[in-house]
């Protein structure tokens, strides 16, 4: 089945403890991107990776680090978390090297961070 | 800065009859737009999407209309049915093929049966 995975869905962590959230599609898809979903703001771009080594910031990168080895794989990496890192994190995939393909998006991972 | 405002975070509408979702958007240089739907405990899943030179795209019952004066978009659902029921977002880009979107704030659709 084509689909995007993340994992843990659900995490509860404390401030400063590093944390990775992961992100694997089966798609052969080139884009691949992460987004926040914070209550009154939406779905907030993260980061985005065009290919393979290619990742470029989004509107709120701060916090956070990607990055892109394999195609399949876009893992997202809290350093240190803080509480307003609070949130419902979506990855997104899709055919062509561009945010305007249709993305298809994982299933969401609810962060908690104390 | 919201560059894409969706100004009703919720709106409910008669089954059978035309739910209609409003977005702006405040930055002159987008000109592809995207509507995105999400039920809970689920990503988001295209819906539809309207390029610049055009002012109207059809999909079924889901008909997107751009006003690139105006910078406003409308997302029109006729008939309205339960399974429509779920968060809409809209989302633009600086034209197809670029790399970042920018997504609204979403409008929370109820259809009452």
């Known amino acids: 089945e084509a689909q995007v995975t993340q994992n843990p869905r659900y995490l509860i962590t404390v401030t400063g403890k590093k944390l990775t959230v992961t992100c694997s599609q089966n798609m052969n898809h080139e884009y691949m991107s992460w987004y926040r979903q914070d209550p009154g703001l939406g779905l907030r771009q993260i980061y985005y990776?065009?290919?393979?080594?290619?990742?470029d910031k989004g509107d709120v990168p701060e916090g956070y680090k990607v990055s892109r080895k394999e195609k399949r794989n876009f893992p997202l990496i809290l350093e240190s978390p803080s509480p307003n890192q609070t949130s419902l994190y979506f990855c997104a995939s899709s055919f062509l090297s561009s945010g305007t393909d249709t993305q298809y998006f994982g299933p969401g991972t609810r962060l908690t961070v104390l | 800065d919201q560059q894409v405002k969706q100004n009703s975070p919720s709106l409910s509408v008669q089954e059978g009859r035309i739910s209609i979702l409003n977005c702006d958007y405040t930055n002159s240089m987008f000109d592809y737009f995207l509507w995105y739907k999400k039920y809970p405990a689920e990503g988001p899943t295209f819906l539809i999407s309207i390029s610049s030179i055009k002012d109207k795209n059809e999909d079924g019952r889901f008909t997107v209309f751009l006003n690139k004066s105006a910078k406003h978009l409308s997302l029109h659902i006729v008939p309205s049915q339960p399974g429509d029921s779920a968060v809409y977002f809209c989302?633009?880009?600086?034209?197809?093929?670029?790399?970042?979107?920018?997504f609204g704030t979403g409008t929370r659709l109820t259809i009452i049966p």
């Open positions: 989302a633009a880009s600086e034209d197809f093929g670029n790399e970042k979107l920018t």
């Open positions: 990776s065009m290919n393979v080594e290619v990742t």
